[in-house]
T-cell receptor, first 112, second 116 residues
Framework: KQEVTQIPAALSVPEGENLVLNCSFTDSAIYNLQWFRQDPGKGLTSLLLIQSSQREQTSGRLNASLDKSSGRSTLYIAASQPGDSATYLCAVVITGRRALTFGSGTRLQVQP | GAVVSQHPSWVICKSGTSVKIECRSLDFQATTMFWYRQFPKQSLMLMATSNEGSKATYEQGVEKDKFLINHASLTLSTLTVTSAHPEDSSFYIC????????????FGQGTRLTVV
């Protein structure tokens, strides 16, 4: 059974810091990995999608990497801002399935 | 990106009543939609996969008679919580993709259900 783990569970940083969120998964047989942002009481906003054949994807201040063989992904946020405060979720699509399997999330707070 | 709209965003109902939640793909057709449930400060757990024109596929432990799913068109899936009880209070959220499992998944705004 695929298990997705995110470390740390919570993180508080001062504004302007660069930070890394970690995601690991136990079964490397995946189609892709997706990073999401969730604000309190809201739905999910897709940030980056990495296909299993890709190593990284970038969007603005966000960079996500994927090492499928070791079952790891990282989300790098550059020059963090208070508006980045949210819960960040990673999720994978297991080969042979269509739905996403989610990690438990990292709650990020960026202090002004 | 594609837009998935969910309605209502919140609902309060009395114990024993039924509640219907709608999930619409606004600018694309979705033969498959997914329903998730999220408890406070926890991650999303897949409840069922909604298939247009056929029966939904439920995850182990999810009562199909309690959580009725209908996917009658390529842009609409509904989740009905029947005979709701306080333990059904949760955040329900739907998802859809434009294409296959290799494509980006988009989510609705979620529905906060409170059963009193």
């Amino acid at each position: 059974k695929q298990e997705v783990t995110q470390i740390p569970a919570a993180l508080s940083v001062p504004e302007g810091e660069n930070l890394v969120l970690n995601c690991s998964f136990t079964d490397s047989a995946i189609y892709n990995l997706q990073w999401f942002r969730q604000d309190p009481g809201k739905g999910l906003t897709s940030l980056l999608l990495i296909q299993s054949s890709q190593r990284e994807q970038t969007s603005g201040r966000l960079n996500a990497s994927l090492d499928k063989s070791s079952g790891r992904s990282t989300l790098y946020i550059a020059a963090s801002q208070p508006g980045d405060s949210a819960t960040y979720l990673c999720a994978v699509v297991i080969t042979g399935r269509r739905a996403l399997t989610f990690g438990s999330g990292t709650r990020l707070q960026v202090q002004p | 990106g594609a837009v998935v709209s969910q309605h209502p965003s919140w609902v309060i109902c009395k114990s024993g009543t039924s509640v219907k939640i709608e999930c619409r793909s606004l600018d694309f057709q979705a033969t498959t939609m997914f329903w998730y449930r999220q408890f406070p400060k926890q991650s999303l757990m897949l409840m069922a996969t909604s298939n247009e024109g056929s029966k939904a596929t439920y995850e182990q432990g999810v009562e199909k008679d309690k959580f009725l799913i209908n996917h009658a068109s390529l842009t609409l899936s509904t989740l009905t919580v029947t005979s709701a009880h306080p333990e059904d209070s949760s955040f329900y959220i739907c998802s859809a993709r434009v294409g296959t499992q290799n494509t980006e998944a988009f989510f609705g705004q979620g529905t906060r259900l409170t059963v009193v």
